[in-house]
DNA sequence: AAAGCGGGGTA
DNA sequence: TACCCAGCTTT
């Protein structure tokens, strides 16, 4: 498929390609295989630019596995807040501990070890490995699959089943084993900031003269996709009591949206209007702290959108100012919390929208004693 | 094999 | 808007 000559004339273009155009990144020739994990974890699904300061926020406050294994679960979800798909927070924290433990905290140095961790698939064992042990196993992400399929003009949709076999077949046999994480680095650095999703470099792309997109003026049609999104939207209303200084929230614990972070007694309808005292007057179990008589006030913020990959939340903030929060009556997972204390917990970004800079007049008061 | 999971940048 | 980003896990 691959002859050993465009071979060699890909690795060596690429390389020349690198030598002039340095791409610095903090993990970069990073010697700590916990490190180099930590930075793989951040970056999946996720922009270098974006993930950045989450990679120098985790490695100050986590310098090393030991220390991120023995931190409270809120407190790197908490860190975690605001990078999406939070899942990978919570297998860090479970990785973290089994490394610590099984391995008494020396990074496994097999390739197969290394994906066998949580949250640790293909590309990002194939990065560690080649990255932290020089193993000869190559790294197959956005940017290298579509580097290769545009290079071998290859229109197999790169997220089949068989399109991600072919792709990481290709992308073994391209590999330079001579510096297995070097030349990995190369070729994403490239499909990064050379060979870009819309308006590729093509005038001055080293590959070009072997280039069979480029030959057939298929660049803009490669790489391709099956995968379609459909997009629901969902009418989230946000009930925010307060009683003195308290309030109270939960944590989302279904298989939804947004698992593991915290929020505020939610009820979601399926039309964007409602009228707050039909909700208010519902019997449902969310409401089991409120009583109708202990309500002083009712304030609302919103709504307001966010847009997700899937789903668009369009989520109002009705803030319920009360006598009283009925403690002994709190559904599963709820707590009663003093308002200063909300920064200790992870929120998601439409929460943390609403507590910068929608709820000073609720709780203003108690933010200036 | 397909669905589900965030948030933000860019054209 | 639509697409994509140093993808992985679950169904």
């Not at 077949?169 to 330079?176: E, G, K, Y």
């Not at 001579?178 to 001055?204: E, I, R, S, W």
């Amino acid at each position: 498929m691959v002859s050993k000559d465009i071979k060699s004339f890909f690795v060596q273009r690429l390389n020349d390609w690198a030598a002039a155009n340095k791409r610095p990144l903090p993990w970069k020739n990073e010697p700590d295989p916990y490190l180099i994990w930590l930075s793989e974890i951040i970056l999946q699904q996720t922009r270098v630019a974006q993930g950045m300061p989450y990679y120098e926020a985790f490695k100050a406050h986590f310098p090393n596995v030991q220390v991120l294994a023995a931190a409270p679960e809120d407190e790197i979800m908490r860190l975690w807040q605001g990078l999406g798909y939070y899942s990978r927070a919570r297998n860090l924290h479970q990785t973290a501990k089994t490394i610590a433990i099984q391995y008494q905290g020396k990074f496994p140095d097999t390739y197969e070890e290394i994906r066998a961790l949580k949250g640790v698939g293909p590309y990002t064992a194939a990065a560690i490995a080649s990255f932290a042990f020089g193993l000869p196993y190559a790294v197959v992400d956005g940017n290298v699959s579509r580097v290769l399929s545009r290079f071998l003009g290859i229109d197999t949709p790169i997220d089949s089943t068989i399109g991600k076999k072919l792709f990481q077949d290709l992308a073994d046999t391209l590999l330079d084993r001579n510096d297995p994480g070097k030349y990995n680095q190369q070729l994403m650095d490239f499909g990064a900031v050379h060979c870009t999703p819309q308006q590729p470099l093509c005038p001055q792309c080293p590959l070009q003269s072997e280039c069979i997109a480029f030959r057939q003026k298929k660049t803009a049609q490669l790489p391709v996709k099956n995968k379609k999104i459909t997009k629901t939207k969902r009418y989230f209303h946000y009930l925010v009591p307060k009683f003195d200084s308290q309030t109270l929230i939960r944590k989302r614990t279904q298989q939804d949206i947004w698992k593991h972070l915290y929020e505020f007694p939610l009820i979601e309808t399926e039309q964007a209007n409602l009228d707050i005292h039909d909700l208010l007057a519902q019997n449902h179990t969310t409401l089991d702290w409120w009583k109708p008589e202990q309500l002083i006030e009712i304030r609302q913020t919103g709504p307001h959108k966010q847009q997700l990959t899937h789903q668009t939340i369009i989520a109002t903030f009705w803030e319920l100012e009360l006598q009283q929060i009925e403690q002994n009556q709190l559904p599963d997972q709820f707590v009663c919390i003093n308002w200063k204390n909300l920064d200790k917990f992870a929120f998601p970004r439409i929460i943390d929208w609403y507590l910068k800079d929608n709820s000073l007049n609720l709780f203003s008061q108690v933010q200036q004693n």
